[in-house]
């Protein structure tokens, strides 16, 4: 009995070191958790009269503010804090060519102390016949991305585009996708 004991404890003892001198065999690694990242949608608006592709669903909100001017706000936040953001508000008078360019700049201001920043940079640019500026600027809050956005005067109508997040080609996708119908 006590020979066989002593074979039963060589053998396992043997087949153990057998899998320990085996060469390892390629184990899967465990799945980590698919990152949800909404879907981009389509999303018109009639009464803004445009259309833009956005990640998720976005909030629709409408403000009026002290000067009688009502803004008009489409946002998208993602769990990792990414911000998608239109709005637009009418002014009650046309502009002169003096006046555009005035209140392009004043545009750029009121979007950067919104999104408690600094601006970094803007230039000119269009919307077809439109004027516009693109501009850049960084969060004053530590560990930000630097934040890109478009303004552009459509007749009596501002449209703001901005967008806050370390994935450029999103940022630019939201941006490329603005479209007047």
Known sequence: MKLLRIILVTAT???SALKLASPATAQPSPL???IETPEWQPFCSAMGQFAIDMPGTPKINSETYSTQIT???YRSVL???D???LQYFDLDFRLSNNNIKITLNNAVDFFVVAANAKL???RDISLGSYPGKEFEFQSLSPNQPVGVGQVFLVDTR???LVVSTPESENAQKFLDSFRLF
């Open 83 to 85: 911000t998608y953001l």
């Open 120 to 122: 970094l940079q803007v």
């Open 71 to 73: 803004a008009h706000t």
């Open 13 to 15: 003892l043997a087949v």
């Open 158 to 160: 501002v449209y703001g």
């Open 32 to 34: 980590r958790a698919a």
């Open 79 to 81: 769990k990792n804090k």
